[in-house]
């Protein structure tokens, strides 16, 4: 490909509202331009890259058996309505009207699609089981899109989906989307952890992401810095044995805390440590009042609190609802004489908390010396918290630290959530009819090239693994205008095409310069300059990624580039 033609305008300075690295390089490198918030045009440098991400994703999901197939990304209506989700859905699912006033969904995701697409064809047990899947854009209305690609509206997702006739068959077709998953992310030079993580809306239980490490991901992973233990900390259990202080129980009393409202004001006006302290969360479950018991120095983990009360919505409640259930404000909530109707559930460590301190649920007042079930009626215990670093690892080996993620994938095991709702059954061995098993598979297409810019990266811009770089090889005359460089350069431009290299070359009447800046930023792995031993047939071989150059003759190019690009 001839630069001088080529649509791939770089930028000199870093646009203001790129904040993360991989943003900033895509528009500094002319891989992609904003159309609207979260919205992005491909450029072709980018195109390639995104290209050939596919091409790894689609050798192994059709590695795995699975089937490609492209659904419609207008949806309509009545297939969420069949699952149950138009009304669960918010803002966050784009709607559209046809012109006979119908309404359809753009697709955030296909799992009502497919379900509908396998349920008319697929009647027996024979048939199964199978994997679809497709590589299609994705429509979700982000409240707050940013970091470029990686949280936008319209999107890039392999979504691939599995049907079986047992739950063992699930498990089977989940294991190899998993290896899969993981070739595919390997491939792409890519530093990652499948970690445990919630099922969230999806219903069914066992689920994966595959995390890319970065300092920027908005999720945190809880590992074990000595086992394979990975998990979302949104779920990642906590196993602690508290001890309980053989202290003796004195008596509750009350105490003028005035203004004292946060942990660590009330802790250090008391003199108490924060561990002493009992920290009351209202919670709105499902519209009921709960109130949910955590220790001062730990953390009320939501989505734990969502699954242990089997809830659908899960929020904290706010100033009406705090003076309707506890008639008081929030920072003096305490669990102490609070009306029947609402519940009390505590963490386990607040079982071992002894002569602790909690909100009066009366302004500028708090209690000491209270004890658990002496002092107030305790529902039950749960595992309710956020998970810490320094925590033990709930396997019981090692200690937990924390690492942001980027996630690129995510893997679930549906079961029969949408075959029950949508009626996708076949007839079994013996003629009785039966729910299909499904799981669904996703890989965030266009977020994996974001993610790959983050961990692929230096002062000069993008460092492209040769996996996943828009072009082997980036060909710099360095002044065009010199015949014998001019003449090498073209030799080389058909020698290594023919010889299958993807060559970018920069015929640009540029200054030697702006040609070497562009060609760090846009990141080929193998840059050769064509300089002044040209006449000698001598170019220069330059590895992105080491910075390590060396001069070849003519003759040798090819085998040193394939022995490079091949390693
Ligand atoms: C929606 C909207 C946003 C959504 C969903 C539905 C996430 C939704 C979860 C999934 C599950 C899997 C197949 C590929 C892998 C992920 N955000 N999810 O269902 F209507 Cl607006 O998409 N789907």
Sequence with gaps: MKQSTYLSPTLRDVPSDAEVKSHQLMLRAGLIRQSSAGVYSFLPLGLKALKKVEAIIREEMNKAGAQEVLMPAIQPAELWQESGRWDVYGPELMRVKDRHEREFALGPTHEEVITSLVRDDIRSYKRLPMMLYQIQSKFRDERRPRFGILRSREFLMKDAYSFDTSFEGLDESYEKMYQAYSNVFTRCGLDFRAVVADSGAMGGKDTHEFMVLSDIGEDTIAYSDTSSFAANIEIAPVNVNYTKSDEPLLEMNEKATPNQKTIEEVAKFLDVEESKLVKSVLMMVDQEPVLILVRGDHEVNEVKVKHVLDAQLVEIAGEEDTKQHLNTTPGFIGPVNVPDHVKVICDHAVEAVVNGVCGANE????????????????????????????????????????????????????????????????????????????????????????????????????????????????????????EAQRTLADELYSTLTKARFDVLYDDRAERPGVKFKDADLMGMPVRITVGKRADEGIVEVKIRKTEITLEVHYDELVDTISRYLNQ
């Design 363 to 482: 302004k500028d007042k708090h209690f000491v010396n209270v004890n658990p079930s002496r002092d107030f009626n305790v529902n039950h215990y749960e595992d309710l918290r956020l998970i810490q670093e320094g925590d033990p690892s709930p396997d019981g080996q090692g200690v937990i630290q924390f690492k942001e993620g980027i996630e690129v994938g995510h893997v679930f095991k549906l079961g029969t959530r949408y075959s029950e709702a949508m009626k996708a059954t076949i007839l079994d061995e013996n003629g009785k009819s039966q729910q299909m098993v499904m799981g669904s598979y996703g890989i965030g297409v266009s977020r994996t090239v974001a993610a790959i810019i983050e961990q692929h990266n230096d002062e000069n811009g993008i460092v492209w693994p040769a996996s996943v770089a828009p072009f082997d090889v980036h060909l710099i005359p360095v002044n065009i205008k010199q």
